[in-house]
């Protein structure tokens, strides 16, 4: 199995700073980097693929501040990051908007990034598996062409807190996901990302879980030795 390492630099870097990355950063197959929007012409048509971190439903129109699927397409980026979880607590993204954005991205021949993940007391709750099933429903409903759609299990509480799930727990859950994609979409074999304070200390062990399909990174993307480090153990 090819696994994938998808780097989300979220709000981070000045021109020069990303400047400097670009020169260090080492080119790989399988490896996403999705910086800020106005830096993603300095990333497109590498030997490494680039995404966005979010994309607009429309294509075009008086919706200022907004990039769209279209706009991204034509820029030579090839994937996006939909539905993360700093969108939906932050600006108010929902499962339908989501969908709206995954529909219009699918539309314009952009791969998905489709992250889901509970908050920490929905998990104490035990409602883990409701959350992610209503989530996946939700997210790609009235969508059928499911094999430019990769999913990212970001537990919400693990991100940026340097707390991970087991890999037991991850391997029980992204085994769970992939049931539930097996069941809407004919045994669909989704690739399915690990995403939750990623680094360089424990990829080893979240590399060994059989069932992951590689992960998805943010703080430790910052660091070009960790990220080269990271796409070093996942990619090899």
């Not at 830096?39 to 490494?48: A, E, Q, S, T």
């Not at 727990?169 to 085994?175: P, R």
Request: proline fraction near 2%; hydrophobic fraction near 35%.
């Amino acid at each position: 199995m090819e696994k994938i390492v998808a780097a989300n630099l979220k709000m981070n870097f000045t021109y020069d700073e990303v400047k400097e990355y670009v020169e260090k950063l080492d080119g790989s197959k399988n490896f996403i980097v999705c910086p800020p929007n106005i830096y993603l012409h300095m990333f497109v048509n590498k030997n490494y693929s680039c995404g966005s971190q979010d994309a607009y439903y429309e294509d075009k129109g008086a919706f200022t501040g907004e990039v769209s699927s279209l706009q991204l397409k034509s820029l030579g980026v090839n994937y996006t990051i939909l539905g993360h979880s700093e969108r939906r607590q932050l600006f108010g993204d929902t499962n339908c908007t989501v969908n709206k954005k995954v529909i219009s991205a699918l539309k314009n021949n952009l791969n998905v990034i489709l992250c889901i993940g509970e908050t920490k007391e929905e998990r104490d709750n035990n409602e883990t598996k409701d959350v992610l099933k209503e989530q996946i429903e939700n997210c790609l409903k009235n969508v059928s062409n499911v094999e430019k759609i990769i999913i990212a299990y970001e537990p919400i509480w693990s991100i940026g807190t340097g707390v991970i799930p087991t890999n037991d727990e991850i391997k029980e859950t992204i085994d769970y996901i992939k049931d539930i994609f097996n069941s809407l979409y004919n045994n669909h074999d989704v690739k399915v990302l690990y995403g939750g304070s990623v680094n360089e200390k424990n990829i080893d062990s979240i590399n060994s879980i059989e069932n992951v399909s590689g992960v998805l990174v943010g703080g430790a993307s910052l660091d070009i030795d960790k990220i080269n480090k990271i796409k070093g153990v996942v990619l090899k």
